[in-house]
Structure formats: C-alpha cells, structure tokens
C-alpha cells in the first residue's frame, strides 16, 4: 500500500531503482528501453556521468539562493548559452521548474506586456482543438484537451480553438498539403477577426503537437502565415516548445525548419533532460524593451525560479548535446526509426499514419484504414498498447483522444539523443509486438 497519491489510485507501478544509458530498470530487476524519455525528456538518456559530475560540484558549492536576494552562475551561465542559440530577436530568459510554468508565464507576460503599452482591452488568448500546454490552471485553459479541461471548465479562462494542423484528418482531397496548411492558418484570422483584434493577447502552438496528436508537423507555410497574421494584428505568438523543441525534432528548435521566430517561447522536457526539474520562457527584444521603458518588472515570480542545481543540471545537458553533436545522431537515428516504422508498420491494417521529424514519431491507430475509424475509446487501446510494451521491456506513450479529442489512439516515441542502430531496430520490434498484441486483447 503506498502513501502516494498516484495519478492512478488503482496504482500498480513498477518501482524504477536505477537508469543508465537508454534502459531503466525496476525492483524485480526487469530491463526496459526508454523508446519516450518518459513524456520526451530523458534526451540523454539516464545516468549520463558529466551530468551528474556538473550536478554533485553545484550542490557542494551552493544547492539554492532566492532570486530576490542573488542571481547565480549556473543561471546566468544558463541563460547565456540560451540566448546565445535562441530563435532570431531572444534577448532573455526566465527559468522556472515545469513546462506548465513555462507557460504561465507566457501568458502572464503577454498581457503584463500590453498593459506596459496601454493595450489594456487584450484578455483573449487563441490556441487550438487537440493541444496540449500544461496542467496548472492558465496553460490549461489554452489547452485543447477537452477531457483534461471537461471537469474545470467553470473556473478556467475563457478559451478561444481553432483546429489544428492535422493534415491526417483535416486535408481535403484536391487540396494540397499547402493549401490545407494556408487554410488552417486562416482560421486564426477569422477568429482574431470574430472576437475583435484589439482583444486578443496572442495565439499558442506547439510547433510539432506532441502528446496529443503524437508528432504531427505543420503543413509547409503554415507557421508563416500564422506569423504575418499575427503581426498583422498586433498579436503575440507564443511558441510551446516543451515537448518538441532543445533537439528533439534535429534542429535545437523546431520553429528553426519552419523559417519563423515566436514573441514568446516555452522549453522544458529536455532543457534538463530530467536530470532536474526546470523550464525556461525565452522573451523576445521588444517585449523586453517595452517593459523597460514601462515599470521595469515583470510581476510573476516563483520560489524555485532559476534554481542553481536545475540550472547546473541543464547547462552540463545541454554541453554535452552540443560537445558531441547529438543532433546529428538524432537526425541520423531518426532517419532510421523513419525507415524502420515504415517497414513494420506501413501495411499494417490498423495504423492509418506515420508522422515526426527527428527522433520523435507517431502512430495512429485506427480500426479502418480506408475509413479512418478510430477504435471504440471504451476499449481503451492506447493503455492496453502502453501495458503490453511494458510487458515487453518497452516504454512508449501511447494517448488517446487522437482523432477529435475523444476518440482515437497514438503511440508516440521519443528516444534519447544517444540511441543507436540495434537500439533502433529493437524498439520498432518491440512496439510491434506490443501493438498487435493489445489490438488482440482488445479485439
Ligand atoms: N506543453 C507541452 C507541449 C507539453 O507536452 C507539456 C507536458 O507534457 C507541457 C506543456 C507541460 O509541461 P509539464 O508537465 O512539465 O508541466
């Protein structure tokens, strides 16, 4: 009986005890492939010695300071590599310790940043159907989970959808990838235009949706447009980076392969890799400046913000990333665990679609391919697939909800940068047999 209360009361965890390389392992001493870095985090993978070496030499010399009182070098040394790789116009950084946090604070400093200019009537924060940007009460109301939201609705910020970019579902037939993109993109116009364009603050998105769509890039184009429409109205674009940016999808960040820059952007799963606890917000130049010239203070702050031990964490993860060039293996081994879902799964009779870019892929499961049926939600596919690769030494993340919010499977996969070719071949071989085993169960 555990005193915890987890996210499961019928509980039933295995107990991890210990984590090198791309394995984890449990009390029982059963082996597991980290085929999803947990939700996409562990880019290092687990027990990396230059890490730990960076983390044990922060805490002999200062575990935390409050950021009222001091700044600390870690931060500051943090910061700076951060700023000095950023997307084009990056001129600071806010640490906090979640993605969620990450987000809260976007959004927070986007409406702090119209009140410094008299913008007062902006309140409206637009973002899309089937995204996902955190747990805590703001980044939830943005979200597009309508499962996550369904029981908080009442005490959330009014929420303002428009689709995703899901060309999967979404593309018309005779329209191109472009065109479907472009027409997307032209939804937040509508719906800039509809609630009025001196009350929207900005529109969120995820530059690649990460856990609940499973790894589905944008059409070509479509952030492009999404940028000039924004511009066009004064409103900020806030980039959730969380999941799919810091190397995951080969470049440090995913908005780099769209030609675009983000006002605001959120990063976090593998800034720390999860060696630490830590988020970031990146604030772009003119942001900065209006505040400058404004009250001089950004009014939001947090215990833990730029928390020396998670900031060494990060800097020595990140060193590594860069010393040994990790985004070419993952785009290196990306290109292989392309190939290889493709060789396992493109005849399969219920994956409908295979999507990514780097080393994070998608599968979406459907009862009918031709008709694109997702399966019953009731029967639960997605954990019955997250069971059955446990059960096969293999962590992946499986979510439901794909399709419209409701129905739909995926299994997404996000292995450490370090993963090599056997690794590879292993976890499609593996998630294989966990996918048609838990299609028979469910059958
Ligand atoms: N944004 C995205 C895109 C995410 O995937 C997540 C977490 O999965 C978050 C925000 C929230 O991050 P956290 O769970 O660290 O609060």
Same mark, same amino acid.
């Given at each position: 009986?555990?005193?915890?209360?987890?996210r499961?009361? #019928?509980?039933?965890?295995?107990?991890?005890v210990?984590?090198?390389?791309?394995?984890i392992?449990?009390t029982e001493?059963?082996?597991?492939?980290?085929a999803?870095?947990?939700?996409?985090?562990?880019?290092?993978?687990?027990? +990396?010695?230059?890490?730990?070496?960076?983390? +044990?030499?922060?805490?002999?010399?200062?575990?935390?300071?409050?950021t009222?009182?001091?700044?600390?070098?870690?931060? !500051?040394?943090?910061?700076?590599?951060?700023i000095?790789?950023?997307?084009?116009?990056?001129?600071?950084?806010?640490?906090c310790?979640?993605?969620?946090?990450?987000?809260e604070a976007?959004?927070?400093?986007a409406?702090?940043?119209?009140? !410094?200019?008299?913008e007062?009537?902006?309140?409206?924060?637009?973002?899309r159907r089937?995204?996902y940007?955190?747990?805590?009460?703001?980044a939830?109301? &943005?979200?597009?989970?309508?499962?996550?939201?369904?029981?908080?609705?009442?005490?959330?910020m009014?929420?303002?959808?428009i689709s /995703?970019c899901?060309?999967?579902?979404?593309?018309?037939?005779?329209?191109?990838?472009?065109? %479907?993109?472009l027409?997307?993109?032209?939804?937040?116009?509508a719906?800039?235009?509809?609630?009025g /364009?001196?009350?929207?603050?900005?529109? &969120?998105?995820?530059?690649?949706v990460? =856990?609940?769509?499973?790894a589905?890039?944008?059409?070509?184009?479509y952030?492009?447009?999404?940028r000039?429409?924004?511009?066009?109205?004064?409103?900020?674009?806030?980039?959730?980076?969380?999941?799919?940016?810091?190397?995951?999808?080969?470049?440090?960040?995913?908005?780099?392969?769209?030609?675009?820059?983000?006002?605001?952007?959120?990063? =976090?799963k593998g800034?720390?890799?999860?060696?630490a606890?830590?988020?970031?917000m990146?604030?772009?130049?003119?942001?900065?400046?209006?505040?400058?010239?404004?009250?001089?203070?950004?009014?939001?702050?947090?215990? %833990?913000?730029?928390h020396?031990l998670?900031?060494?964490?990060?800097?020595a993860?990140?060193?590594?990333?860069?010393?040994?060039?990790?985004l070419?293996?993952?785009?290196l081994q990306?290109?292989?665990?392309?190939?290889?879902?493709n060789?396992?799964?493109a005849?399969?009779? +219920?994956?409908?679609?295979?999507?990514g870019?780097?080393q994070?892929?998608?599968?979406?499961?459907?009862?009918?391919?031709a008709?694109?049926?997702?399966?019953?939600?009731k029967?639960?596919?997605?954990?019955?697939?997250?069971?059955?690769?446990?059960?096969h030494?293999?962590?992946?993340?499986?979510?439901?909800?794909t #399709?419209?919010?409701?129905?739909?499977?995926?299994?997404?996969l996000?292995?450490?940068?370090?993963?090599? !070719?056997?690794?590879?071949?292993?976890?499609?071989?593996?998630?294989?047999?966990?996918?048609?085993?838990?299609?028979?169960r469910?059958?």
């Amino acid at each position: 009986m555990s005193a915890i209360l987890h996210r499961n009361l #019928a509980g039933g965890y295995p107990v991890a005890v210990s984590g090198q390389g791309v394995i984890i392992t449990d009390t029982e001493g059963k082996a597991y492939i980290d085929a999803s870095g947990g939700a996409a985090v562990s880019c290092l993978g687990h027990g +990396h010695p230059d890490v730990l070496a960076a983390m +044990h030499a922060q805490i002999d010399k200062l575990a935390y300071a409050h950021t009222s009182f001091f700044t600390s070098e870690a931060a !500051e040394e943090l910061s700076e590599n951060l700023i000095a790789r950023a997307p084009k116009g990056m001129a600071r950084v806010f640490i906090c310790s979640s993605g969620s946090e990450a987000i809260e604070a976007c959004l927070k400093l986007a409406r702090h940043y119209f009140v !410094e200019k008299g913008e007062t009537r902006r309140v409206n924060f637009i973002s899309r159907r089937q995204s996902y940007h955190g747990i805590t009460a703001g980044a939830l109301s &943005v979200g597009g989970r309508m499962k996550d939201r369904a029981p908080f609705t009442e005490m959330l910020m009014q929420g303002h959808h428009i689709s /995703p970019c899901y060309a999967y579902r979404g593309q018309a037939s005779g329209e191109t990838l472009e065109e %479907y993109g472009l027409r997307m993109a032209d939804e937040l116009e509508a719906k800039i235009l509809a609630l009025g /364009p001196d009350t929207v603050a900005a529109f &969120v998105a995820e530059t690649v949706v990460g =856990a609940t769509l499973g790894a589905v890039p944008p059409a070509p184009g479509y952030f492009k447009r999404i940028r000039e429409i924004c511009d066009r109205h004064g409103v900020l674009l806030i980039l959730d980076e969380v999941m799919c940016g810091m190397g995951r999808t080969g470049t440090l960040h995913a908005c780099e392969q769209e030609g675009i820059a983000p006002d605001l952007m959120a990063i =976090a799963k593998g800034l720390g890799g999860g060696y630490a606890p830590i988020g970031a917000m990146l604030v772009s130049a003119p942001i900065v400046e209006t505040i400058r010239q404004g009250s001089g203070a950004f009014p939001h702050s947090q215990t %833990y913000n730029g928390h020396p031990l998670a900031c060494a964490a990060a800097l020595a993860v990140q060193k590594v990333i860069a010393r040994d060039d990790l985004l070419a293996n993952v785009r290196l081994q990306g290109a292989r665990l392309e190939r290889r879902l493709n060789e396992r799964f493109a005849n399969h009779h +219920h994956v409908g679609d295979i999507r990514g870019r780097g080393q994070f892929w998608g599968i979406e499961i459907v009862a009918d391919r031709a008709s694109k049926t997702p399966f019953d939600p009731k029967l639960k596919l997605n954990a019955k697939i997250k069971q059955a690769a446990m059960a096969h030494g293999l962590l992946v993340y499986p979510m439901g909800g794909t #399709a419209d919010g409701l129905a739909g499977d995926h299994v997404l996969l996000a292995p450490p940068f370090i993963v090599d !070719e056997a690794t590879v071949d292993m976890i499609v071989e593996r998630l294989g047999e966990a996918v048609d085993t838990a299609i028979a169960r469910a059958s």
